[in-house]
């Protein structure tokens, strides 16, 4: 028990500088990922991703920054698998699904997009870059008559939601003005759960 107690502070320091090593690691992968991303180095910062998820393949932002590069390199299916490993770690991550979502609307999947962008928006309804691509992928999916047909159907219960999503996927679409976003969002975010699990029931039929 003695020899226990002992070793319990060394023990304690150790865990401490093994903690303390990884956070500088951490932080020089990071830093190296940002001067990458800010010089438009996509090449440069895929083979460091890739060279830091292989050393630290948990690491979820390893995963994020290879999507990054992957997505503005036009490797979409990559990006959509990088991202997918990055969720697999990190499920909750809305950056992730935004951006999975991003890469699968680039790469025509629209419905594949909404889906991520939906479940991007359940998790954390301020997040208001998820609403705003929601809003442009309805469009670009069902295209005016689909989407006037949702709103619609959407205005049967709720005539101002309806309306918030009249300018998010109609006039937000064709103006690409945040500022119409922007009030149309003011109101999809302050939607109770079962009101936002409504409205997705309407706007995800024949989706």
């Known amino acids: 028990m003695l020899q226990l107690a002992c070793a319990a502070p060394a023990y304690a320091r150790e865990t401490i500088e093994r903690s303390e090593a990884a956070e500088v690691r951490q932080a020089g992968w990071l830093a190296r990922s940002a001067d990458l991303e800010r010089h438009k180095d996509w090449q440069g910062l895929l083979n460091w991703a ?5 050393i630290e393949p948990s690491n979820a932002t390893a995963w994020f920054a290879q999507g990054r590069a992957y997505s503005e390199m036009k490797r979409y299916p990559d990006a959509i698998e990088a991202y997918r490993r990055n969720l697999q770690i990190e499920p909750g991550d809305v950056y992730a699904l935004n951006n999975l979502g991003n890469a699968y609307r680039d790469g025509k999947r629209f419905r594949e997009a909404m889906t991520a962008y939906r479940d991007a928006v359940q998790i954390n309804p301020d997040y208001i870059p998820a609403w705003q691509n929601l809003g442009l992928t309805f469009y670009a999916l069902k295209g005016p008559a689909g989407v006037t047909l949702a709103i619609q159907q959407l205005s049967a219960s709720d005539p101002d939601l309806a309306e918030a999503w009249r300018k998010l996927a109609i ?6 003005d945040l500022r119409v976003a922007q009030k149309a969002i003011g109101v999809l975010r302050g939607l109770d759960a079962d009101k936002r699990r409504r409205m997705f029931e309407i706007l995800f039929v024949n989706v």
């Open 171 to 176: 006039e937000f679409s064709l103006s690409r």
């Open 50 to 54: 890739r060279q830091w998820a292989r």
